[in-house]
């Protein structure tokens, strides 16, 4: 029997083993490799912002030598108000406004319109102790009994034929100097003083305490000319070294852009104003003298008082309109210079020459 069982074993030990599929261990075969996901993190990109475009190079080149050339104290600004550049020369400089402020007023004015203060049909009456000096031209108008006129009519004679009795009339209806001094700041036009009003300024300017008896006749100019020479010149050199009414070529030229993108006023009265300047009969040889034909342009001049061969202020400032449509705001401003009439005018007439003719 142990015979029997030791050839059994023999034989099961010597006989091939056969695997069984149901009870064999499986193979392991490894998965293909897989890369690990990709996670893309998506930033926002901001909008390219678009360069400004650069002035003509030919442009800043003659507004620098217009200035430098000029005997006298002058700023010149030249603003593009599509494109957004601007060319200047001394144009931080606080130089007299002289009748320029008028559109101060005359944007002040228009403020109110909007607001619902005024209307340029309301009545004013003017009376002769309305009058001031210098160029007034409704002075012939206004009796004893006074002249009947409305805001509108008076906005006209101070804009277009710059008459400094309607124009004080008007400072006065809305609100005196502080009044424009406020929308100056609240429109946040920079460097650009209001004086005291026509009065007072042009007096202080030579050497004068006003008197209402300076308004009529040639009163303020005898009395101007009793002064000794010497006060009067103090005077004139305390004006134009710190001119109660000064501004910066750059500040009026960025208000003028302002005013045309209809940042300051309603459309209506943008519209008024432009359309008012543009039908000014005042310094016709000055900034206007070389427009071309097919181009628009609408200004305000100023001009201060004479001393020994100086003028303090001779001023022209506008808006420059293409025939495609491309405006710009132009301010020439000279202080103070001995040179004639007629090289101011040629100075003015280049810059707007060198604005046309770099034009595109």
């Known amino acids: 029997m142990v ?4 050839a059994v074993a023999s034989c099961v030990a010597a006989s091939p083993k056969v695997a069984d599929s149901r009870t064999a261990p499986p193979v392991y075969r490894p998965a293909p490799y897989q890369a690990p996901p990709r996670y893309q993190v998506v930033v926002p990109v901001p909008p390219a912002t678009p360069r400004p475009m650069s002035a003509p190079q030919a442009l800043v080149t003659n507004i620098a030598a217009l200035g430098r050339s000029f005997n006298g104290r002058v700023g010149i600004a030249v603003r593009s108000v599509d494109n957004g550049w601007s060319v200047q020369t001394n144009g931080d400089a606080l130089l007299p406004q002289q009748s320029v402020s008028k ?14 203060k005024l209307r340029l049909e309301d009545p004013v009456t003017l009376k002769p102790e309305d009058l001031t000096l210098f160029h007034q031209p409704i002075a012939a108008l206004i009796k004893a009994d006074g002249y009947q006129t409305t805001i ?7 804009l277009t034929m710059s008459d400094n009795t309607a124009n004080d009339r008007l400072l ?9 001094r406020a929308f100056i700041q609240r429109k946040q036009l920079g460097d650009i003083r209001f004086g005291p009003g026509e009065r007072l300024l042009q007096s202080a300017t030579a050497g004068l305490a006003w008197k209402p008896e300076y308004a009529f006749g040639n009163a303020f100019t005898r009395a101007r000319a009793r002064l ?10 305390r004006y134009v070294t710190d001119p109660p009414d000064g501004a910066a070529p750059m500040a009026i030229a960025g208000a003028l852009m302002k005013l045309k ?7 209506s009265s943008t519209e008024y104003l432009i359309g008012t300047m543009q039908s000014s009969k005042t310094g016709k040889m000055r900034l206007r003298g070389a427009v071309p034909e097919g181009w628009s342009f609408g200004h305000k001049t100023g001009t201060g008082q004479d001393l020994a061969g100086r003028t303090a202020g001779y001023n022209d400032v506008g ?21 004639p009439i007629p090289d101011r005018q040629a100075l003015m007439q280049a810059v707007v020459a060198a604005v046309v003719v770099n034009h595109h």
């Open 3 to 6: 015979f029997a069982a030791a």
């Open 103 to 116: 559109l101060w007023v005359a944007m002040t004015v228009l403020d109110f319109r909007d607001a619902g």
């Open 152 to 158: 509108g009519a008076l906005l006209q004679r101070a």
């Open 172 to 180: 006065r209806y809305v609100g005196g100097p502080k009044a424009v």
């Open 228 to 237: 000794p020479q010497t006060d009067r010149i103090a005077a004139f050199e």
């Open 261 to 267: 993108r209809g940042e300051l006023l309603s459309a």
């Open 319 to 339: 808006l420059l309109t293409a025939p495609d449509g491309k405006s710009y705001a132009l301010a020439v401003m000279i202080g103070d210079t001995p040179r």
